[in-house]
């Protein structure tokens, strides 16, 4: 049964970069997508992107400026990076596989989530 | 984009039904998956495809989608089925419903 467990800081500043890692169990990322999803305190999901196929990525418009997910297939982990975060970035960032044992746009296996503050 | 409208919330009573509905342009073409969220914790799928469980999701769970709207049902409502559900499709990117709220009364 696969495993995901995301780990970072849990403050970033104001106009710096967010980054997290995402450590898979029990799969292997060279299959599926892998994507960050996140939630703000109190409100809804919002989907970040993924990544899949050894680097091929897909980001959410609203987002894509700003970031970059990457693949670290020596240790099955995958990362993403938020750049110039303001407090609205705020939120718990959870990493999830896309695609696994159902259709390919599922989520069908997240990890516990990780609270991300941006504040000085 | 494209945007999916969910009630903010849904009561009812237990042993009675809920539905929950999740509102898209023509999203009847669309598979849509639906996540329940304990307080905490993170989502876990309980359908995906319109009306598929996956395994160890008990059969009060179901489905539906048609047109412009999809629903989730919760047959014989428990305690336990006391959450935030999300409804999820994909549009050339993931998007997510604004969640509602379900309260066993």
């Known amino acids: 049964q696969v495993q995901l467990q995301e780990s970072g800081p849990g403050l970033v500043k104001p106009s710096e970069t967010l980054s997290l890692t995402c450590s898979v169990s029990g799969d292997s990322i060279r299959s599926y997508y892998w994507s960050w999803i996140r939630q703000p305190p109190g409100k809804g999901l919002e989907w970040i992107g993924y990544i899949y196929d050894g680097g091929k990525t897909n980001y959410n418009p609203s987002l894509e400026s700003r970031v970059t997910i990457s693949l670290d297939m020596s240790k099955n982990q995958f990362s993403l990076n938020l750049r110039s975060v303001t407090a609205a970035d705020t939120a718990v960032f959870y990493c999830a596989r896309q695609g696994g044992n159902y259709a390919d746009t599922v989520f069908d296996s997240w990890g516990q989530g990780t609270l991300v503050t941006v504040s000085s | 984009s494209y945007v999916l409208t969910q009630p903010p919330s849904v009561s009812v009573a237990p042993g009675q039904t809920a539905r929950i509905t999740c509102g898209g342009h023509?999203?009847?073409?669309?598979?849509v998956h639906w996540y329940r969220q304990k307080p905490g914790q993170a989502p876990v799928l309980v359908v995906y495809?319109?009306?598929d469980r996956p395994s160890g999701i008990p059969d009060r769970f179901s489905g539906s989608n048609s047109g412009n709207m999809a629903t989730l049902i919760i047959s014989r409502v428990e305690a336990g089925d006391e959450a935030d559900y999300y409804c999820?499709?994909?549009?050339?990117?993931?998007?997510f419903g604004s969640g509602t709220g379900v309260t066993v009364l």
């Open positions: 023509n999203i009847g073409t669309k598979s």
């Open positions: 495809d319109d009306s």
């Open positions: 999820q499709v994909w549009h050339s990117s993931g998007v």
